[in-house]
């Protein structure tokens, strides 16, 4: 591959910005919406005699955002393969940024009853909508722009972006957690989502100067016609090995969402100091993340994600085992070892190591079906963990589900290959050829 141009390499760096700036508003938008489903939505849109069933009710809203996530990486997915990976992405940050801020003005259970939680849910619905065909799109973008050597690089870029809007997103609700009860729940929870139509904007007007993937304007002329029966008859077990390393966000879901709930809800932690832990370990992510892109690109990705991956497996004990001490410097320590580091590992790889396992005809259909479907579970984990607690203190099965869960991810990695490997170089191809 020839290297590429200085131009090439600014517009490389630009597209890696206005996707870097698009991921802070598509997890700025999902994880201001889990803080506010874990403190404050089972009081305002689900007012029940029941807390536990309040909360329930609340997490799993978060989870039906999930749901809607496979549509939208169908719908966009087709529009990318077909029509190009900015045009879509240019339709996705709106639909996020609207359903946001739509959110901070709805009304609460008390004035308007059953539509409030309704109207809620509809929002979440757009915002997964928006969310399927986003990353991807942006992830996309930024590895077909990219030097043909720091793919993972230039990618991981796009996951500090989503660091930084979890940041973002944590640290907007630390201040606000210190307002009294009747301050949040009357107008506090509102601001986080309103302020969400800032960086809508800037990030509107940073993307538009982005050009179009030259991979995709290369072979613009040979797009397939339907990217998804494509998909699944010629690369279906590029799509079953990604749904199945996909699993590994799940991880984030048990700390960002379940931890921070189960500690401030059922272990008496204090809400800032848990929401301290999660934005330190994203703080240490942001640094974490383009060093294991650095390195994936030199030793490979399949290690290195494989090799997180199983670290997390033994993180999440960890982690659940220190909200129940009750104390901060080890529930911080162990936030962040897991989230800041070892599941840094995996996060900051997958744009780029799940795309190379797809031909450029069916990329952005393949890997956002595949992941979005995986994603699902990460999205309804919260709930299922907390329905694995039983009275609120069993967590080793809590633990078991996600360990298993990144237990799997690291086998996929394992077993996986990229789509332009020729056969011949293929394990299974070998023993063939000696047999």
């Given at each position: 591959?020839?290297?590429?141009?200085?131009?090439?390499?600014?517009?490389?760096?630009?597209?890696?910005?206005?996707?870097?700036?698009?991921?802070?508003?598509?997890?700025?938008?999902?994880?201001?919406?889990?803080?506010?489903?874990?403190?404050?939505?089972?009081?305002?849109?689900?007012?029940?005699?029941?807390?536990?069933?309040?909360?329930?009710?609340?997490?799993?809203?978060?989870?039906?955002?999930?749901?809607?996530?496979?549509?939208?990486?169908?719908?966009?997915?087709?529009?990318?393969?077909?029509?190009?990976?900015?045009?879509?992405?240019?339709?996705?940050?709106?639909?996020?940024?609207?359903?946001?801020?739509?959110?901070?003005?709805?009304?609460?259970?008390?004035?308007?009853?059953?539509?409030?939680?309704?109207?809620?849910?509809?929002?979440?619905?757009?915002?997964?909508?928006?969310?399927?065909?986003?990353?991807?799109?942006?992830?996309?973008?930024?590895?077909?722009?990219?030097?043909?050597?720091?793919?993972?690089?230039?990618?991981?870029?796009?996951?500090?972006?989503?660091?930084?809007?979890?940041?973002?997103?944590?640290?907007?609700?630390?201040?606000?957690?210190?307002?009294?009860?009747?301050?949040?729940?009357?107008?506090?929870?509102?601001?986080?989502?309103?302020?969400?139509?800032?960086?809508?904007?800037?990030?509107?007007?940073?993307?538009?100067g982005v050009d179009e993937?030259?991979?995709?304007?290369?072979?613009?002329?040979?797009?397939?016609?339907?990217?998804?029966?494509?998909?699944?008859?010629?690369?279906?077990?590029?799509?079953?090995?990604?749904?199945?390393?996909?699993?590994?966000?799940?991880?984030?879901?048990?700390?960002?969402?379940?931890?921070?709930?189960?500690?401030?809800?059922?272990?008496?932690?204090?809400?800032?100091?848990?929401?301290?832990?999660?934005?330190?370990?994203?703080?240490?992510?942001?640094?974490?993340?383009?060093?294991?892109?650095?390195?994936?690109?030199?030793?490979?990705?399949?290690?290195?994600?494989?090799?997180?991956?199983?670290?997390?497996?033994?993180?999440?004990?960890?982690?659940?085992?220190?909200?129940?001490?009750?104390?901060?410097?080890?529930?911080?320590?162990?936030?962040?070892?897991?989230?800041?580091?070892?599941?840094?590992?995996?996060?900051?790889?997958?744009?780029?190591?799940?795309?190379?396992?797809?031909?450029?005809?069916?990329?952005?259909?393949?890997?956002?079906?595949?992941?979005?479907?995986?994603?699902?579970?990460?999205?309804?984990?919260?709930?299922?963990?907390?329905?694995?607690?039983?009275?609120?203190?069993?967590?080793?099965?809590?633990?078991?589900f996600i360990g298993g869960?990144?237990?799997?991810?690291?086998?996929?990695?394992?077993?996986?290959?990229?789509?332009?490997?020729?056969?011949?170089?293929?394990?299974?191809?070998?023993?063939?050829?000696r047999a």
């Amino acid at each position: 591959m020839n290297t590429p141009q200085p131009d090439n390499r600014s517009m490389a760096r630009r597209a890696a910005f206005g996707s870097f700036l698009g991921s802070v508003v598509e997890y700025y938008d999902f994880f201001i919406y889990g803080s506010a489903a874990a403190l404050v939505f089972n009081k305002i849109f689900f007012p029940s005699d029941d807390p536990m069933a309040g909360t329930l009710a609340a997490l799993a809203t978060f989870g039906v955002g999930y749901i809607a996530r496979p549509i939208g990486a169908l719908l966009f997915g087709h529009l990318g393969d077909r029509l190009g990976r900015k045009q879509v992405l240019m339709m996705t940050l709106l639909l996020m940024g609207l359903a946001t801020f739509t959110i901070g003005l709805l009304p609460t259970h008390a004035i308007i009853g059953a539509w409030a939680p309704a109207l809620l849910v509809l929002c979440r619905l757009l915002q997964g909508l928006s969310a399927g065909g986003e990353q991807v799109g942006a992830s996309l973008l930024t590895m077909e722009h990219a030097p043909g050597k720091n793919k993972a690089f230039y990618t991981s870029w796009l996951i500090n972006g989503a660091s930084m809007g979890s940041i973002l997103a944590t640290s907007v609700f630390i201040p606000l957690s210190m307002l009294s009860e009747e301050q949040l729940l009357a107008w506090g929870w509102r601001i986080p989502f309103l302020l969400s139509a800032v960086m809508v904007a800037i990030t509107w007007i940073i993307r538009r100067g982005v050009d179009e993937s030259p991979e995709f304007m290369a072979k613009k002329h040979d797009a397939s016609q339907i990217p998804v029966l494509e998909m699944f008859s010629k690369e279906w077990r590029a799509f079953v090995v990604v749904f199945c390393c996909a699993l590994i966000c799940s991880v984030s879901s048990l700390v960002i969402i379940f931890g921070l709930s189960w500690a401030t809800n059922n272990q008496q932690v204090d809400r800032a100091s848990m929401l301290s832990a999660i934005a330190a370990s994203q703080v240490v992510a942001l640094v974490c993340q383009p060093l294991f892109g650095l390195l994936a690109d030199r030793i490979g990705k399949k290690r290195i994600f494989a090799a997180g991956s199983l670290a997390c497996c033994a993180g999440v004990f960890l982690f659940l085992w220190s909200i129940t001490t009750g104390q901060i410097g080890l529930i911080i320590f162990s936030t962040v070892l897991l989230k800041g580091i070892v599941y840094s590992a995996p996060n900051a790889l997958w744009p780029s190591f799940y795309a190379e396992m797809f031909s450029i005809r069916v990329r952005y259909t393949g890997v956002g079906l595949a992941t979005q479907l995986s994603f699902i579970v990460a999205g309804f984990s919260p709930s299922v963990c907390y329905a694995l607690l039983g009275d609120g203190h069993a967590w080793l099965p809590v633990g078991y589900f996600i360990g298993g869960l990144a237990l799997v991810a690291a086998i996929a990695a394992l077993l996986s290959r990229p789509a332009s490997e020729p056969a011949a170089e293929r394990p299974h191809a070998a023993l063939a050829q000696r047999a």
